[in-house]
């Protein structure tokens, strides 16, 4: 009789802790990742560099 009434307390705390229904569920938005411009961008500077730096020395 004692471990009826311990396993009825156990089904009405497990239902009421599921009581309320099911919300809506929460969409977050996608990531979008953007590309990075060209890499040729990023070596024209150092070439600029090292033609100023090779004329620099030859004269």
């Not at 705390?13 to 590309?35: L, N």
């Not at 411009?37 to 070596?43: C, E, I, T, V, W």
């Amino acid at each position: 009789m004692k471990k009826l009434v311990i396993a009825t307390a156990f089904v009405a705390a497990a239902s009421a802790a599921s009581a309320g229904g099911m919300s809506d569920p929460i969409i977050e938005a996608p990531v979008i990742v953007e590309e990075a411009a060209g890499s040729s961008g990023g070596m024209v500077i150092p070439l600029l560099l090292l033609v100023v730096v090779a004329a620099a020395v030859a004269s």
